[in-house]
Every structure is written in C-alpha cells, then in structure tokens.
T-cell receptor, first 113, second 113 residues
C-alpha cells in the first residue's frame, strides 16, 4: 500500500524559530512536493523536487527552503518562522511518467505563535 | 497563465441530488485534469482524472465533463450521499516539464440527509 508519512500531525513553534517538516515516501517516487493549504486559497505549491539534491521553486517559495538528500525523504525548512506561516502543510509524491497520480501525506498543522 | 478557478466555494446538496463543481483554466498547454477528494483530517486523494482528448469520463457516480474550447471542466456527483461530504479540488497540469499540477481553491461539499 502506498504511503507518504509526515513526521508530525500538529506542531506549535515560536516566531523566529527554525522549523523542520519531514516527509518520507516508501514508493520509490522520483517527484516530491510541498504544499500549504489555507481556507479559500486551496493548495499552493511551495517547492518540489524531481530527483535527489534537485529542487525547484513553486508558486510561493519565499520564507521556505527544502532539502532532499535521499530519494525517499523531502524536508521543508522554515528558516525563521513567522505568524503568517501558520497553515496546514501537505507533502506529496508522484512517480515519473505522464499524468501520474500524486499521493499525499496526512498533513502537518503548524501554528506559529 | 497558471491559474485554475474553481466554483462554488461551498455547496449543500440533499441526499440523492446532483452535486456540480466547475473549474476553468487558462493555460492551453495543460493536458491533465485530475480531481482530488479530501476528508477532514486527511490528505487529498485522487478521485478521477481526464485528458483533453475525451469530453467525458465516468467512474461510478462521478463524472468529469470537459470542454476544451471553453477551457472548462466540471465534476458531477450523481445520487449524492452523506459519505460524499468532503472538500473537492480540481487541478490542471501538463505531461511535459516536471509535471506539476496547479490546484483550484477547493469546494466544500455537504450532503444532507
């Protein structure tokens, strides 16, 4: 069974802290994505990676960075957390090839206080 | 050129009725149009997808209608059931490049008994 696992369901951090969100997939997928989900705004792409150590900016990369040292793991980093980064963060992975299905993790609800 | 506009934002339908969610896209290069379903506390999961070489695709009670000339596509849920209550996201993307999709803003569907 396909699995994308995010390390935390809920996280509370203070403004200015460095925050790591971890995502692991067990499907040997080439492509991995980080989205944030906000009411009325849908899913917005932060960063994605199409191979180990490769990354591309999505639509809203400001304030975030990513790391992909191993194929199965994709980390989202908030260098200095701010209150406007309070959101639901979703990780997804997709195999290579055309029109492939994306598999999502269960999400991490991050609150920055 | 990357936007996907989705309506309505929320929808209440009586059990047994038809739920209709509409999406419009701008980028004519898009050739992959999936719909994702998200239950509370879960990540989105692929429901059904269509390519622009067909005008309609049906899977059980779920049908995608596609109008290439108008750059619009819609999801119809026939005989809606309370178990269909969820948030639905349309998305659009293309087979080339890194195959990332752009999501709509989501529709929260409530099916009442």
């Amino acid at each position: 069974d396909v699995k994308v696992t995010q390390s935390s369901r809920y996280l509370v951090k203070r403004t200015g802290e460095k925050v790591f969100l971890e995502c692991v997939q067990d499907m040997d997928h080439e492509n991995m994505f980080w989205y944030r989900q906000d009411p009325g705004l849908g899913l917005r792409l932060i960063y994605f990676s199409y191979d180990v150590k490769m990354k591309e900016k999505g639509d809203i990369p400001e304030g975030y960075s990513v790391s992909r040292e191993k194929k199965e793991r994709f980390s989202l980093i908030l260098e200095s957390a701010s209150t406007n980064q309070t959101s639901m963060y979703l990780c997804a992975s997709r195999p290579g090839g055309s029109n492939t299905e994306a598999f999502f993790g269960q999400g991490t609800r991050l609150t920055v206080v | 050129q990357q936007q996907v506009k989705q309506s309505p934002q929320s929808l209440i339908v009586q059990k047994g009725g038809i739920s209709i969610i509409n999406c419009a896209y701008e980028n004519t290069a898009f050739d992959y149009f999936p719909w994702y379903q998200q239950f509370p506390g879960k990540g989105p999961a692929l429901l059904i997808a269509i390519r622009p070489d067909v005008s309609e695709k049906k899977e059980g009670r779920f049908t995608i209608s596609f109008n290439k000339s108008a750059k619009q596509f819609s999801l119809h849920i026939m005989d809606s059931q309370p178990g269909d209550s969820a948030t639905y996201f349309c998305a659009a993307g293309w087979s080339g490049g890194y195959q990332k999709v752009t999501f709509g803003t989501g529709t929260k569907l409530q099916v009442i008994p």
